[in-house]
C-alpha cells in the first residue's frame, strides 16, 4: 500500500481497515439452522458414526471395558447426532440394577455444574454481575483466624470481588473452597507423615472436611472458608480457575432468590427445558452410569454442588445447549455478552476464561484455516469426565460425557470436533452455492431488454471463508474495481476480494409479498486482502480488528446488503431472490443459479406486473 493511500484511508475511514491485516474477517456463514433442514442437517450423522466406530476400533489410552460414554451433537433445533457405549464391566450398583447408556443416563458433570449456576444468575437477572460479592454475603468481611506468620498481606478484599470476577475465573481467590485437601485425601496421601509432609494440628482444617468418607461442606461452611482464604492475585489482574467462586456464587443465587439451589435450578432451568434427567443429589443407580472401579457417584458435594455437583444425561444437556444457541432464556443480547472471553489466558493465543467458560480459537479445523470459537466448560470428578462445547458460527453444540478413563474424554472430544466442523462446513458450502451463487441483475436484464447495464455475480470461495462478490456492475461501470479503489486495494484484483458477511440479523420483509413465506438477511459487503506469503511473518500480521462498514454514499451504505430467499419454482426450494444494496439504490434479482440455469421464483410475476423493477421496494 503507498503512503499515499494510507493517508487518505486514514483520513476517510477507520484507521485499523487502513492498518490491520484480517485475512479471515469471520462469520464465514450463517448458523447451520437458517442454510439447512432437519433432513440436510442429519446427513452428519453418518460421517460421526464413522469416527466414534473408529474411536471405538482404536481407543487413545483407554479400554473399552472399563469406560462408558455418551455423546451429542445438536443444532439450535434439534440432536443431530447422538451415540452410547456401555461398558461391559460396570461398578457396583446398590439401590437398584446397571442399565445400559441412553440419552437419559445420568453422569456426573462435575465443573460443567458453573455453567448452571451462571446461567441460572443469567436467567433470574436479579443479580447485577458489578455488584462486589458482598452486598450479598457481607459476612465475608468479618473476622478472620490470623494465624499465618505472613499471612495478613494476602487477605481477600472481598468487597472488591464482584460477582463478574467471580463468574469469570478472575477474582484471584483461591482453587478450593472446602472441596480439596491433602491432610484428609486418603487415595492420593495415605499416610502424610512418612511422606514427608509435617504433622499438623487438624483445627487448622474446616470442621466439614474432617471425615474424607462424606466430605461436603455447607454453606456456612463454605462462607467460613472463604473468609480465611488467602489472595493469590489481585481481583480482576490474572485469571486462575477456583472452584469456591462457583459455591460462593451459589450462596448469592439462594440468598437473592430465597430458594435453594437445587430450587433455583428446577424453576430457572430443568422446569422451562423440560430437563427431566438432572439432579443436584444422587439419583436411583439405575438412573446413572457407575463405572468400575473408584469413584465419585454417590459423593454428596452439598453447598459445593453449584460449583461441581450436577448429575445430568447428554439428552438434557442437548436441551440445555440448543436453548443457547437459540437465546430461548435470556435475551439475544445477554447471551451474545455471554459468549464473550473475560481474559487471556497465561501465555496462549486465543484461550480465555468466559463465564465460566474456557474459550479458545482454532485454526485447525476449517478448510480455509480460518480460526473459530470454541466455547467450552469441562468437568472431572473421581471417574467422571465431562464435557460441553458451543460452536456460535455453526449453530452447533456437543456434549461428551465419561465414566471410566479421562482419555476416553480426550479422545471423543477431539475427534468428534475435528469431524464435525469439516463436515458441517462441507454441507453449509455446498447448500449456499444453491442458494446465492449465480448471476444478479436488474429487472430489465431479466426480462431480455437491458436499458441498465447492473449485475453481481455471487459465488461461494473455495479457499476462503463465505460468499464474494465476483463481478460487480453498476450502470455500465466496473464497480468492483471503484470498490477496492475506495478500500485501498491492490490494483490487481487477484489479491483481494469483496466478502459478504452474515450479520445473524434477520430483518422483516416490507415488500409486497402475497403470503409467501420468505427468509431476509442483511449482510454487509468487505474488502478483504489476501495474505502476502512474504509478510507472513511479521508482527504487526497479528493485528487484526473487524471494521467494517465504511463507505457511505449520500447517507446510506454502499456496503450493506439484504438478500431475499423466496421459494424456488417448481420445487420450493427457499432460495436467494432478490438483493437490495442501500447506499447504491439498487435491487437485483437472481436471474441464474450457479451452474448458469434460469430462476423462477413462486409469485414473481405478479410483483414485476404489479411493480416493475424500477420500482420494487426497497426491502430491509
Ligand atoms: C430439505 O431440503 C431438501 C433439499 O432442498 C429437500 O429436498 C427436502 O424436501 C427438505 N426437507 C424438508 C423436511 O423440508
Ligand atoms: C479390559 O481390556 C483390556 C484390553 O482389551 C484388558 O487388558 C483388560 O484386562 C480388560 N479389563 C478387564 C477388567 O477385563
Ligand atoms: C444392554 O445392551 C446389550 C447389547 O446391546 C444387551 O445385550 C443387554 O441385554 C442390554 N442390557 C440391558 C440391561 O438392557
Ligand atoms: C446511468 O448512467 C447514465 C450515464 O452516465 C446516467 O445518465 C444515468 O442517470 C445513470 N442511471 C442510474 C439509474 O444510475
Ligand atoms: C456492462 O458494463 C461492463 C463494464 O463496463 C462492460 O464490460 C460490458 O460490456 C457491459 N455490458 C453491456 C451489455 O453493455
Not at 479471515?24 to 458414526?49: E, V, W, Y
Not at 466430605?215 to 477456583?242: K, M, W
Not at 439419583?283 to 473408584?294: E, F, N, Q, T
Request: hydrophobic share 40%.
Amino acid at each position: 500500500m503507498i503512503l499515499q493511500q494510507v493517508l487518505l484511508s486514514s483520513l476517510l475511514f477507520p484507521i485499523a481497515s487502513a492498518l490491520g491485516a484480517c485475512y479471515h474477517p469471520g462469520p464465514a456463514f450463517p448458523p447451520i439452522d437458517h442454510i439447512l433442514n432437519k433432513t440436510q442437517i442429519s446427513r452428519l450423522a453418518p460421517k460421526l458414526n464413522e469416527v466414534v466406530q473408529k474411536v471405538l476400533r482404536n481407543p487413545e489410552d483407554w479400554t473399552t471395558n472399563l469406560t462408558s460414554f455418551a455423546v451429542l451433537v445438536t443444532s439450535g433445533e434439534d440432536t443431530v447426532w447422538d451415540y452410547y457405549h456401555t461398558a461391559p464391566i460396570l461398578g457396583d450398583y446398590t439401590d437398584s440394577k446397571a442399565t445400559n447408556v441412553t440419552e437419559n443416563t445420568a453422569f456426573r458433570i462435575a465443573s460443567c455444574s458453573k455453567s448452571f449456576t451462571v446461567y441460572a444468575i443469567l436467567i433470574e437477572n436479579r443479580i447485577n454481575l458489578e455488584d462486589p460479592v458482598t452486598k450479598y454475603i457481607p459476612e465475608l468481611l468479618e473476622g478472620r483466624d490470623e494465624d499465618f506468620i505472613f499471612g495478613k498481606s494476602l487477605q481477600v478484599a472481598w468487597d472488591q470481588i464482584t460477582i463478574r470476577a467471580l463468574a469469570s475465573q478472575l477474582a484471584g481467590i483461591s482453587r478450593h473452597g472446602g472441596m480439596s485437601d491433602l491432610a484428609v485425601s486418603a487415595d492420593e496421601v495415605p499416610d502424610p507423615i512418612a511422606m514427608g509432609f509435617p504433622p499438623v494440628d487438624d483445627a487448622a482444617l474446616a470442621p466439614c472436611m474432617k471425615n474424607s468418607k462424606d466430605r461436603g461442606c455447607s454453606s456456612e461452611e463454605v462462607v467460613e472458608l472463604a473468609r480465611d482464604q488467602t489472595l493469590i492475585f489481585a481481583p480482576n489482574d490474572q485469571s486462575t480457575y477456583s472452584n469456591a467462586a462457583f459455591s460462593i456464587l451459589g450462596i448469592v443465587l439462594e440468598r437473592v432468590t430465597g430458594k435453594t439451589y437445587d430450587q433455583v435450578l428446577r424453576s430457572s432451568i430443568l422446569g422451562p427445558l423440560d430437563m427431566k434427567h438432572t439432579y443436584t443429589t444422587k439419583p436411583k443407580d439405575s438412573k446413572g452410569v457407575i463405572p468400575y472401579g473408584p469413584n465419585d457417584w454417590a459423593q454428596n458435594l452439598k453447598a459445593d454442588t453449584p460449583s461441581g455437583g450436577i448429575y445430568t444425561s447428554v439428552g438434557d444437556l442437548g436441551k440445555y445447549l440448543r436453548s443457547i444457541l437459540i437465546s430461548k432464556l435470556i435475551p439475544q443480547a445477554k447471551r451474545n455478552a455471554w459468549y464473550k472471553p473475560h481474559s487471556y489466558g497465561p501465555g496462549a493465543k486465543g484461550s480465555g476464561y468466559g463465564m465460566p467458560w474456557e474459550m479458545f480459537r482454532t485454526s485447525k479445523v476449517t478448510p480455509d484455516g480460518r480460526a473459530i470459537d470454541v466455547i467450552t466448560k469441562g468437568g472431572a470428578l473421581t471417574a467422571y469426565y465431562s464435557t460441553i462445547v458451543l460452536l456460535p458460527e455453526f449453530g452447533l453444540a456437543f456434549t461428551a460425557l465419561v465414566a471410566g478413563n479421562p482419555s476416553a474424554l480426550m479422545d471423543v472430544r477431539e475427534k468428534v470436533l475435528a469431524a464435525l466442523v469439516p463436515a458441517a462446513e462441507q454441507l453449509i458450502r455446498e447448500e449456499m452455492r444453491i442458494v446465492f451463487a449465480g448471476l444478479w441483475a436488474s429487472a430489465s436484464h431479466w426480462n431480455g431488454d437491458p436499458i441498465l447495464n447492473w449485475s453481481l455475480k455471487i459465488e461461494v470461495d473455495e479457499a476462503g471463508p463465505g460468499l464474494i462478490v465476483k463481478d460487480w456492475i453498476s450502470n455500465g461501470t466496473d464497480f468492483m474495481k471503484i470498490y477496492g479503489k475506495l478500500h485501498g486495494m491492490p490494483e490487481d484484483n487477484s489479491k483481494w476480494s469483496a466478502r459478504l458477511l452474515p450479520t445473524r440479523i434477520y430483518p422483516e420483509f416490507t415488500g409486497p409479498l402475497r403470503g409467501e413465506p420468505y427468509q431476509n438477511s442483511a449482510w454487509r459487503l468487505a474488502a478483504v486482502e489476501k495474505q502476502d506469503p512474504d509478510k507472513a511473518d511479521r508482527v504487526f500480521e497479528d493485528y487484526c480488528f473487524a471494521d467494517v462498514d465504511g463507505l457511505i454514499y449520500s447517507g446510506l451504505s454502499i456496503e450493506e446488503f439484504f438478500i431475499l430467499k423466496l421459494p424456488r419454482e417448481p420445487t420450493g426450494h427457499m432460495e436467494a431472490a432478490w438483493a437490495k444494496n442501500s447506499g447504491l439504490r439498487t435491487v437485483w434479482r437472481r436471474v441464474e443459479d450457479g451452474e448458469g440455469r434460469r430462476l423462477k421464483f413462486h409469485g414473481e410475476e405478479d410483483h414485476y406486473e404489479r411493480y416493475g423493477m424500477a420500482q420494487m421496494p426497497m426491502f430491509g
